[in-house]
């Protein structure tokens, strides 16, 4: 349910200036050119090409298939099942890959109705011009969960920017890092039904 934050991101990083640095403090040895400069020792890791983010399925902090016992679906045996074979999609999958879709349930669909009747209310509300701008141009549709292809398809000629499935959480400088490449990460479960706004 995150995908509503990636037009706000977008549009906020679109102000940066073009040839903005990513990398600054301590990293005056690197070279400019990409891939031929010497990370300092003590570094931590991080994504010097797109398809380096496949490094990042490993470094899931929680979600997936792996719920705290607070949650909503901790004690649905099915609930967890589901969860679990999408998320695999999102381990499977690696840059340049054909993005994973995911068949959704009609229960699964009735929790993203809750959800987006809720956000499109708010919306005029809440959310910065250019979402709302961009809104419309977008593959959701009230009845049906939106495959991450679907949106992708819009944004990356709009923005340049693509979704990659993810199977749980990331660390915010992991997330943030893939951000370098324009590349937002998705998770594609939905929220357990008994608790859609969790």
């Not at 990370?39 to 929680?62: A, H, N, Q």
């Not at 990331?170 to 706004?197: E, G, M, W």
Request: glycine share 6%; net charge neutral.
């Amino acid at each position: 349910m995150v995908l509503h934050r990636l037009i706000g991101a977008a549009s906020a990083l679109r102000h940066l200036p073009s040839k903005a640095p990513l990398l600054s403090v301590g990293l005056r040895s690197m070279s400019s050119t990409a891939g031929d400069f010497q990370v300092p020792p003590g570094t931590p890791w991080f994504p010097r090409s797109i398809g380096e983010l496949d490094e990042l399925k490993y470094r899931i902090l929680e979600g997936g298939d792996q719920l705290e016992a607070d949650h909503p679906g901790f004690n649905d045996p099915a609930y967890r099942r589901r969860r679990e074979k999408i998320t695999q999609k999102a381990i499977e999958y690696n840059y340049g890959d054909k993005l994973p879709d995911c068949e959704y349930s009609a229960e699964e669909n009735k929790v993203w109705t809750v959800v987006y009747d809720e956000l499109m209310r708010r919306y005029p509300t809440h959310a910065c011009d250019e979402f709302l701008e961009v809104l419309p141009l977008m593959p959701y549709d009230r009845r049906f969960i939106p495959q991450i292809s679907a949106i992708t398809s819009v944004l990356q000629p709009l923005t340049g920017w693509t979704l990659r499935p993810v199977a749980g959480l990331l660390s915010a400088r992991d997330f943030i890092n893939a951000l370098a490449f324009k590349v937002f990460h998705s998770t594609q479960y939905i929220r357990h039904p008994s608790v859609p706004f969790y």
